[in-house]
């Protein structure tokens, strides 16, 4: 790492999406310590994510207490190295960092949720 602060990092992520398994990716590239907020496990986190960044839609990364909302895990990537918090690195993310969630994995999150999808 370019820097020797410690970085802080809180994401608000969904259980099964594409574009929170992106943050979560970014994450292993740069071996990253994060706190996850499962907003779909914990409602309370989701009422937490709204109120800190203002709107609705995760993932929602805080990073050093700036929230970025609304991000994927290459929009992450991007904030840390401009603010020289890592250090780019030849690693590969080992999942799509800039993907949305499968008709599938929003099937499972309405189950999940205890929401009815009549179209399983």
Avoid at 105 to 116: F, L, P, S, T
Wanted: aromatic fraction near 6%; charge should be negative; glycine fraction near 4%.
């Amino acid at each position: 790492m370019m820097s020797e602060e410690k970085i802080e990092i809180t994401a608000y992520l969904k259980t099964h999406c594409g574009w929170s398994e992106g943050v979560r990716a970014i994450m292993r590239k740069h071996n990253l310590e994060f706190e996850e907020k499962d907003i779909i496990a914990n409602p309370a986190f989701r009422w937490e994510m709204e109120q800190k960044s203002g709107q609705p839609l995760s993932p929602c990364v805080v990073v050093n207490d700036v929230m970025l909302p609304d991000v994927s895990g290459d929009e992450v990537e991007a904030y840390m190295l401009d603010k020289s918090l890592i250090s780019p690195n030849d690693n590969s993310a080992d999942a799509p960092t800039d993907s949305a969630c499968t008709d599938e994995q929003h099937a499972a999150m309405d189950r999940a949720a205890g929401k009815i999808n009549f179209l399983d």
